[in-house]
């Protein structure tokens, strides 16, 4: 039987990173969007191999990982790229997800995308939790935190759906907005109820 996918999502700056910690600290296993979509193009990968094909070596560094920088700048300049870059590792991700939340052992299983809303993966899941701050604030934090302009991370966020699509979804909503104990007891509160949920289990 699989465990029960909750969906964990916020915007840029919200803080689900320390959410989703908060939550791996009660032993419950986590899948990250984004660390998967860094796995599928690991060394010895199919997708970098893809990758390297399509591109050629110089998108490589010289420890032959991806050079990140240099693909973003590649493809960034054309929208051809872009797409065939989507249409090939996106599958692949989406598999490696699946497999993920299918061999989770705990109780519940944190599902944490940051792109929930926008690429409907909350149809994967039994239980949506949005990590919420008034966007001012969630400006302030991104840019702290990443050390780029507000003008870069209010491009960022206006790529992302808006705070009300976000919270459209939502069956749980963490209020980040106050200090990180205030944070945590809200995780505390929200894990017992998953422990105790019945869930109505979708297929993946």
């Known amino acids: 039987m699989p465990a029960p996918v909750v969906g964990l999502t916020g915007g840029i700056g919200s803080g689900k990173s320390y959410v989703a910690e908060c ?3 009660h032993g419950i296993d ?3 969007a984004d660390i998967v979509a860094r796995e599928v193009v690991e060394p010895g990968t199919k997708g970098l191999s893809e990758l390297v094909t399509y591109f050629g070596t110089n998108i ?3 420890h032959g990982a991806l050079d990140r920088p240099k693909l973003r700048q590649i493809v960034f300049a054309s929208p051809e ?3 065939w870059l989507n249409q090939t590792l996106h599958p692949l991700i989406r598999e490696q997800m699946q497999q993920s939340l299918a061999q989770a052992s705990s109780c519940y299983v944190l599902f944490v995308v940051p792109l929930l809303f926008e690429n409907k993966l909350y149809e994967w899941c039994d239980r949506v939790c949005v990590v919420d701050l008034p966007e001012p604030q969630q400006l302030l934090r991104a840019s702290a935190r990443d050390n780029n302009s507000k003008e870069q991370i209010q491009q960022i966020m206006s790529k992302q759906c808006s705070r009300s699509e976000r919270l459209s979804i939502a069956d749980d909503i963490i209020d980040n907005s106050k200090s990180k104990s205030h ?4 995780v505390e509160f929200l894990h017992k109820v998953y422990k105790n949920l019945e869930f109505d289990l979708k297929k993946l």
């Open 23 to 25: 939550f791996a600290q």
């Open 30 to 32: 986590i899948v990250d």
């Open 60 to 62: 490589l560094n010289e």
């Open 81 to 83: 790229k872009t797409h």
């Open 183 to 186: 944070t945590l007891k809200q």
